[in-house]
């Protein structure tokens, strides 16, 4: 388990992106969620692994990239805070009404993070689409459930975020990581 490691998760359009940027900016190590950057690149090359095309090829990709990130930032001190963590992946299949396969599980068992993750609740005053996030309002809502559920079976402990301005909400996180 890495305690320094710290997740937040949520439905799209929540403001976890703009958290982790703010975190960043304040000199915390932050990891960008896969998800997006998977999306980009299959985009430009005319690959399938789309969360709106090849649902499985996606969560592999995932997965794979998730990995690596957690890997990878186990060299680093102090608090990490990843944009998403790899139970994430569960609740997407779960979302898309996928099996979540046994190595996914296995991952997500044995890839630990802090028992503290963060929440960014449904937020429909700052909800947006793009040509990466296709997901509705409804969608965005139900992600949130899922994600939550999917952290609390997993034992984790469930922090969620006001829906206050990021530097406020920044503020908030700082004050919660206690490893």
């Known amino acids: 388990m890495s305690d320094h490691f710290f997740v937040v998760t949520g439905g799209p359009g929540a403001g976890k992106t703009s958290l982790i940027t703010e975190l960043s900016r304040r000199g915390f190590h932050t990891i960008p969620e896969s998800g997006r950057a998977i999306i980009r690149e ?6 399938d692994a789309l969360p709106w095309a090849d649902h499985m090829a996606y969560a592999e990709r995932m997965l794979e990239r998730d990995l690596r990130a957690y890997e990878d930032a186990q060299a680093l001190s102090g608090p ?6 790899i139970p994430d992946i569960m609740g997407y299949l779960t979302l898309c009404g996928l099996p979540v396969p046994p190595h996914v599980a296995a991952a997500a068992k044995a890839a630990r993070y802090n028992a503290r993750v963060f929440l960014t609740p449904y937020w429909d ?8 996030r296709k997901q509705t309002r409804a969608e965005a809502e139900v992600t949130c459930a899922v994600m939550r559920e999917t952290y609390i079976a997993l034992g984790y402990e469930i922090t969620e975020l006001p829906r206050i301005e990021v530097e ?12």
């Open 80 to 85: 990490v805070i990843f944009d998403r963590g």
């Open 168 to 179: 406020w909400r920044a503020d908030f996180v700082v004050k919660q990581l206690v490893w």
């Open 125 to 132: 005053e700052i909800f947006t689409q793009d040509t990466e």
């Open 42 to 47: 299959e985009m430009v090359s005319g690959g």
